[in-house]
């Protein structure tokens, strides 16, 4: 089997793990949540207008209402997170995210002539499996 072909394999095992399945189907679900893409749209708008008053040369900018836009654009993000939806999305992705940077590291290691049946990205790299508190693998 070539590289390619493994790696074609590789995104099939990835699509059939638990953790690909709850991500696609937490994504529907906010997809599907009026109230969350109201709430994103908000932010999105706050966060637009926000970038047009940065984009202006400094001279013309003003310091005050870029403040209380970027508080605005802030408490909606805020609220974005605390819809549950989207919690939900959040725990979920970052289990998916923590499985595909295993994945990579894994392919890393390999790269750099370990074992690719037994190399540990844990132990290798101190990680205690945690993405929260790391400053990145490597």
């Known amino acids: 089997m070539d590289a390619i072909t493994a790696a074609r394999e590789l995104g099939k095992a ?10 696609v189907a937490a994504k529907e679900a906010n997809d599907a949540d009026e109230e969350l893409q109201g709430l994103i749209a908000d932010f ?14 400094p001279e013309d900018q003003d310091g005050e209402q870029i403040r209380l836009m970027n508080k605005e654009m802030q408490d909606a993000y805020g609220e974005v997170m605390k819809n549950v939806n989207m919690a ?15 994945v990579n590291m ?33």
């Open 88 to 102: 939900n999305f959040a725990v979920i992705k970052n289990a998916l995210d923590m499985l595909l940077n295993e």
């Open 106 to 138: 894994i392919i890393s290691m390999s790269c750099e002539g370990e074992d690719p049946a037994t190399c540990d990205p844990h132990a290798s790299h101190g990680c205690g499996g945690s993405c929260a508190t790391c400053g990145g693998c490597g």
């Open 14 to 23: 990835i699509q059939a793990d638990q953790r690909y399945k709850d991500y």
């Open 44 to 57: 999105s708008a706050k966060r637009q207008r926000l970038q047009v008053e940065m984009e202006k040369e």
